[in-house]
């Protein structure tokens, strides 16, 4: 059954996005399409490999011939797998990308629309809009963002945040431990050196040190996600590995520090960094916002302060069905989260 806000732009919008499998690393034809769609909008928009050669490209754009804006709208085309197609129930619109992060950033665009129509937003130089690739996969579209040559003053980042402004996340510092010993047969241990062992005494070291806490974000937590090693329970283990990361709320340098110094004392034991970003404050006391911190990583802190000075994180839908079978969003918060986004744009460009 469809309701009366079915026919909304923003709906509309977002059932053409929902339409194209937009899986990390499988952006290009949402990226094309947002191409076309801005474009026929009246923008000028530009296709930014994110990397020399790179076939995987971000979109950029800006009314007029002015790259640079005061102010940066933007979200991340890309879904996590599987793909699950679209179903419209009601008020409520199922499937990947929903609120994660396709309805956020289709509310953007029509923000955009309904500000140039109301005369809210100067023909140039005010807004543009950038929407990146793999998000969800490593930020490599946000972190390219910052060889773009623009820096802005403000940008308002799209995720499902329950329409609240977030006051913050953690960052992130994940690592690979590689345990090495020697096998032998058990009866035998002391002509071997057994690897799960070794890892089990970093492992117990890393999760009894204590990591920084802070008002805001609350306690840096430690995590192991998956151990793996050893041949047989009657052999002494050649090999294990452990995969970890720590959530944290500040200091990334000194928690790499701390987790190298920690592993240094085992000889045995191998440390390789493979993920890191760094935790993220935000602006977020703005009148008729709720605001609360979240507790899932984003591009905010991809983009470097230097790039963009001022950011907030907002948008409808929940994170809590975001990944999962069951992504949906309610019609009501996504139409409202136009004026939202419309609310924070004439909060900052009236600065
Ligand atoms: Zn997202």
Same mark, same amino acid.
């Given at each position: 059954?469809?309701?009366?806000?079915?026919?909304?732009?923003?709906? $509309? +919008?977002?059932?053409?996005?929902?339409? /194209? #499998?937009?899986?990390? @690393? !499988?952006?290009? &034809?949402?990226?094309?399409?947002? =191409?076309?769609?801005?474009?026929?909008?009246?923008?000028?928009?530009?296709?930014?490999?994110?990397?020399?050669?790179?076939?995987?490209?971000?979109?950029?754009?800006?009314?007029?011939?002015?790259?640079?804006?005061?102010?940066?709208?933007?979200?991340?085309?890309?879904?996590?797998?599987?793909?699950?197609?679209?179903?419209?129930?009601?008020?409520?619109?199922?499937?990947?990308?929903?609120?994660? $992060? +396709?309805?956020?950033?289709?509310?953007? /665009? #029509?923000?955009?629309? @309904? !500000?140039?129509? &109301?005369?809210?937003?100067?023909? =140039?130089?005010?807004?543009?809009?950038?929407?990146?690739?793999?998000?969800?996969?490593?930020?490599?579209?946000?972190?390219?963002?910052?060889?773009?040559?623009?820096?802005?003053?403000?940008?308002?980042?799209?995720?499902?945040?329950?329409?609240?402004?977030?006051?913050?996340?953690?960052?992130?510092?994940?690592?690979?431990?590689?345990?090495?010993?020697?096998?032998?047969?058990?009866?035998?241990?002391? +002509?071997?050196?057994?690897?799960?062992?070794?890892?089990?005494?970093?492992?117990?070291?890393?999760?009894?040190?204590?990591?920084? =806490?802070?008002?805001?974000?609350?306690?840096?937590?430690?995590?192991?996600?998956?151990?793996?090693?050893?041949?047989?329970?009657?052999?002494?283990?050649?090999?294990?590995?452990?995969?970890?990361?720590?959530?944290?709320?500040?200091?990334?340098?000194?928690?790499?520090?701390?987790?190298?110094?920690?592993?240094?004392?085992?000889?045995?034991?191998?440390?390789?960094?493979?993920?890191?970003?760094?935790?993220?404050?935000?602006?977020?006391?703005?009148?008729?916002?709720?605001?609360?911190?979240?507790?899932?990583?984003?591009?905010?802190?991809?983009?470097?302060?230097?790039?963009?000075?001022?950011?907030?994180?907002?948008?409808?839908?929940?994170?809590?069905?975001?990944?999962?079978?069951?992504?949906?969003?309610?019609?009501?918060?996504?139409?409202?989260?136009?004026?939202?986004?419309?609310?924070?744009?004439?909060?900052?460009?009236?600065?």
């Amino acid at each position: 059954m469809m309701s009366f806000s079915s026919s909304h732009p923003v709906v $509309d +919008l977002l059932t053409s996005l929902m339409s /194209i #499998v937009s899986t990390s @690393e !499988l952006e290009h &034809e949402i990226g094309i399409f947002l =191409e076309q769609r801005l474009q026929s909008l009246g923008y000028t928009v530009e296709r930014i490999p994110i990397a020399p050669g790179s076939t995987r490209h971000n979109v950029y754009a800006y009314l007029g011939s002015s790259r640079k804006t005061r102010l940066l709208l933007t979200a991340h085309m890309d879904t996590v797998p599987p793909h699950i197609p679209l179903t419209i129930e009601g008020d409520i619109i199922r499937g990947r990308g929903s609120s994660d $992060d +396709l309805g956020p950033l289709a509310a953007q /665009i #029509v923000a955009a629309e @309904e !500000l140039r129509k &109301e005369g809210s937003v100067r023909s =140039e130089g005010d807004l543009a809009l950038l929407f990146v690739v793999g998000e969800e996969n490593g930020g490599h579209g946000m972190i390219a963002a910052n060889d773009m040559g623009i820096s802005w003053e403000f940008g308002i980042f799209a995720e499902p945040t329950e329409s609240k402004l977030a006051k913050g996340h953690k960052g992130q510092v994940a690592f690979e431990l590689i345990s090495y010993g020697i096998a032998c047969h058990s009866g035998y241990p002391h +002509l071997g050196k057994s690897a799960t062992f070794a890892l089990l005494a970093v492992l117990n070291d890393l999760s009894t040190a204590t990591w920084p =806490e802070s008002d805001l974000l609350g306690p840096s937590t430690f995590n192991i996600g998956t151990i793996e090693g050893g041949e047989k329970h009657n052999i002494v283990a050649p090999s294990a590995k452990a995969l970890c990361e720590v959530r944290m709320v500040s200091d990334l340098p000194g928690i790499k520090d701390k987790v190298a110094e920690i592993v240094s004392r085992h000889p045995d034991v191998e440390l390789k960094f493979v993920f890191e970003y760094p935790e993220a404050l935000l602006d977020w006391e703005i009148d008729g916002f709720e605001a609360a911190p979240v507790a899932f990583g984003t591009d905010v802190p991809r983009l470097k302060d230097e790039y963009c000075n001022k950011r907030v994180l907002y948008g409808p839908g929940s994170i809590l069905v975001a990944h999962g079978p069951n992504e949906y969003i309610r019609i009501p918060e996504l139409i409202n989260s136009i004026s939202g986004y419309k609310k924070l744009v004439l909060h900052f460009l009236q600065q």
